[in-house]
């Protein structure tokens, strides 16, 4: 999935904060996306949920550990498929995660 960011790239996360992207998506074309930051815990996580999305529900938890001089992000994303068993039949074919390995 391509993605940009519509607009200014925050520097700060607070809650109630609306952030809008474009994405490009194989089956749909480019659709518009909205998250709505709905949790900050400085330092150690925040939480956005869709406000506009392709999907029928999407909660994102990062969570951030600082390793030395950088910081490790790790991810939880909880999210249904719209349009019952049609949206399930092209999540097996089309949406995938990738985990990466780190050295």
Do not use: N
Request: glycine share 6%.
């Amino acid at each position: 999935m391509a993605f940009e960011i519509i607009g200014e790239v925050p520097e700060k996360t607070f809650p109630g904060q609306l952030i809008e992207y474009r994405l490009k998506i194989r089956v749909l074309g480019r659709t518009r996306w909205v998250t709505k930051i709905t949790e900050v815990k400085k330092t150690i996580s925040f939480v956005d949920r869709q406000s506009k999305s392709p999907y029928k529900s999407w909660v994102h938890q990062h969570f951030l550990e600082d390793i030395g001089e950088v910081t490790k992000i790790t991810d939880e994303i909880h999210y249904l498929m719209p349009c019952g068993l049609f949206g399930q039949l092209a999540h097996l074919r089309f949406v995938w995660v990738r985990i990466p390995s780190f050295s």
